[in-house]
């Protein structure tokens, strides 16, 4: 059985943060050459002159920092080890906890079980690593690795070895998971991209991963889609249980 790392994050998560759309994003690799492709995204920083320490983080992107972006960019679509998995809520706001006897937390994880889900195989072994939001998710993340494992028949945890929370500036893979969702949502919020408001580096950034992609960022992708694989959430359609 072959291991895989898989690194989470989402953009956008919190029910109240006036943000219309959200999404979350996983990167994953194999586990062995995770170490060499952290290191590699080291070496890029420095390249450009930043410290190793630096995350870079969508929220970030700027002309100033644009051509760092884009080598990490770069370097995730020309290496065959690294996949891209993310799921877009494009409106928050047609979300109805209530009706469902649920919570915005409870609604999350369910949004990180089919994340998450989709690209484990029984054939391999998974250790999964979340970006720590507060104090309180450690039991969250058990519970979800336990649904994980139940779903997948993996009751002895043989599949699903490890899903813990890290912090996402220790690990350099987890970073290109934030730039993948932040740039989602920056797409399916409909910010008005034509205006003086706009970011012109993040707008460069979204371009190149279009093209890079052959996605829209808009439509899900085919599900067989492995190094760029979107799924579109939509309250409406699809209800809000798993």
Request: hydrophobic share 40%; aromatic share 12%.
């Amino acid at each position: 059985m072959k291991r895989h790392n898989i690194y989470c994050d989402e953009s956008c998560h919190l029910e109240n943060d006036h943000q219309k759309a959200m999404a979350l994003g996983a990167v994953w690799c194999p586990q062995l050459r995770a170490s060499r492709i952290n290191r590699d995204l080291t070496n890029i920083k420095k390249m450009h002159g930043y410290d190793s320490a630096y995350e870079f983080k969508w929220a970030r992107a700027s002309l100033r920092n644009y051509e760092l972006y884009k080598s990490v960019l770069e370097y995730f679509f020309n290496n065959e080890l690294l996949r891209f998995r993310a799921v877009v809520i494009p409106d928050k706001r047609m979300l109805d906890h209530k009706l469902f006897n649920q919570t915005h937390d409870d609604w999350y994880y369910k949004m990180y079980f089919l994340l998450i889900n989709q690209i484990l195989s029984a054939k391999n072994n998974y250790f999964i690593y979340i970006d720590l939001k507060d104090t309180c998710s450690q039991k969250k993340i058990e519970y979800l690795h336990k649904i994980l494992c139940n779903s997948n028949y993996d009751f002895d945890c043989n599949i699903i070895k490890r899903l813990q929370p890290v912090h996402s500036h220790e690990i350099n893979i987890l970073q290109i998971a934030d730039l993948f969702a932040g740039a989602l949502t920056y797409v399916n919020r409909d910010l008005d991209i034509d205006t003086d408001k706009a970011n012109p580096a993040k707008l460069k950034l979204v371009e190149f991963i279009r093209s890079a992609s052959g996605c829209s960022m808009r439509k899900s992708t085919l599900p067989r889609m492995e190094k760029f694989n979107i799924m579109i959430w939509n309250a409406s359609a699809r209800g809000q249980v798993v």
